[in-house]
């Protein structure tokens, strides 16, 4: 059975950073892609980062998030800084079986997602 597992979200002021974890189990890790995907209220869910052999970026994040992986621990990251109040969502993990994509229907595995508030 597969699983993964989000945590890391929370409150912040603007201009703080967080890292979101997500460890996953039931899977090779290392033979899926993994990406970071966000849904804001009232908003569709969308792509913010996805890494297996290279890695892509919204260009919302660009400069500010960094996605890693450590495939020992079956753990993907997703790190954040210069946060911004527009960056509050629901941030999920998602798995994929091959490359990397930017497509959330590829997409085989989420997690249940974690919360991440920015006050201005």
């Known amino acids: 059975q597969v699983q993964l597992v989000e945590s890391g979200g929370a409150s912040v002021q603007a201009g703080g950073s967080l890292r979101l974890s997500c460890q996953a189990s039931g899977v090779t890790f290392s033979a899926y892609a993994m990406g970071w995907f966000r849904q804001a209220p009232g908003k569709e869910r969308e792509f913010v980062a996805a890494r297996r052999w290279s890695t892509y970026y919204a260009d919302s994040v660009k400069g500010r998030f960094t996605i890693s992986r450590d495939n020992a621990k079956n753990t993907v990251y997703l790190q954040m800084y210069s946060l911004k109040p527009e960056d509050t969502a629901v941030y999920y993990c998602?798995?994929?079986?091959?490359?990397?994509?930017?497509?959330?229907?590829?997409?085989?595995?989420w997690g249940q997602g974690t919360q991440v508030t920015v006050s201005s």
């Open positions: 998602a798995g994929r079986l091959g490359p990397e994509s930017t497509n959330e229907g590829s997409y085989q595995y």
